[in-house]
């Protein structure tokens, strides 16, 4: 059973930048590929960003690519998503997702959640 507990998220103004965290339980963290998940008010769930367990192959959101950078440390069990120029439609309950094998842009794929994270970007 892997534990994720998320860190980071609040409110921005537009434009800014907001860094979140996930860390894990796991020993074997390094076999997990990793994903972050957002969902928005009256929405579903939607793919943010992926990464392997090497932390060398990323994927992302068209909506997403190029502002964010999903990365790795896996001496810390630790993954992070860094967002910058946010904008308002990024508004979201972000959460970090785990499992084992390789990355997958599907919810339904992922074994392990995290709590869930408020981000709230102001116009």
């Known amino acids: 059973q892997v534990q994720l507990v998320q860190s980071g998220g609040g409110l921005v103004q537009a434009g800014g930048s907001l860094k979140l965290s996930c860390g894990a339980s796991?020993?074997?963290?390094?076999?997990?590929?990793l994903g972050w998940f957002r969902q928005a008010p009256g929405k579903e769930r939607e793919f943010v960003a992926s990464?392997?367990?090497?932390?060398?192959?990323?994927n992302y959101a068209d909506s997403v690519k190029g502002r964010f950078t999903i990365s790795r440390d896996n001496a810390k069990n630790t993954v992070y998503l860094q967002m910058n120029s946010l904008k308002p439609e990024d508004t979201a309950v972000y959460y970090c997702?785990?499992?084992?094998?390789?990355?997958?842009?599907?919810?339904?794929?992922?074994?392990?959640w995290g709590q869930g994270t408020q981000v709230t970007v102001s116009s």
């Open positions: 796991e020993r074997a963290f390094g076999n997990y590929a």
């Open positions: 990464i392997n367990g090497s932390g060398d192959l990323t």
């Open positions: 997702a785990a499992r084992s094998g390789i990355t997958r842009v599907e919810e339904y794929a992922y074994d392990y």
